[in-house]
């Protein structure tokens, strides 16, 4: 099982996105994780380009636009410990994931961090 799932958000915002992905695949980390996109009724080929840039990714595709309601298409699929939802906006850096992971685990009280 993996430790987390990133779960990003998309509309029309493909290279947005594949950037995102891009970004948190460097991540240094001691932990196991997946990433699902969750297309939110795109227009454009944001899919495709997803999809062919990164096999590994779940890509969830909604027929129409619901805000972010639609993280929890990825949530209903994750199996994973530990969800951390995003806009396809986000560039991760060094060591903030295991950072927050640690806390999480150590702090089991905490719904979010």
Do not use: H, R, W
């Not at 950072?99 to 089991?108: A, E, H, Q, R």
């Amino acid at each position: 099982m993996n430790k987390a799932s990133f779960v990003i958000l998309s509309y029309n915002d493909g290279k947005t996105a594949v950037n995102a992905i891009k970004s948190i695949k460097q991540l240094k980390t001691k932990y196991n994780f997946d990433i699902f996109v969750v297309d939110n009724g795109s227009k454009d080929d944001s899919t495709k380009l997803i999809k062919k840039t990164f096999k590994d990714v779940k890509v969830i595709e909604l027929p129409k636009n619901i805000g972010t309601a639609a993280y929890d298409a990825a949530i209903k699929k994750s199996k994973s410990e530990y969800i951390f939802f995003t806009g396809c906006d986000i560039k991760l850096k060094n060591n903030m994931f295991d950072i927050l992971v640690d806390f999480l685990d150590k702090n089991p009280d905490a719904a979010q961090a």
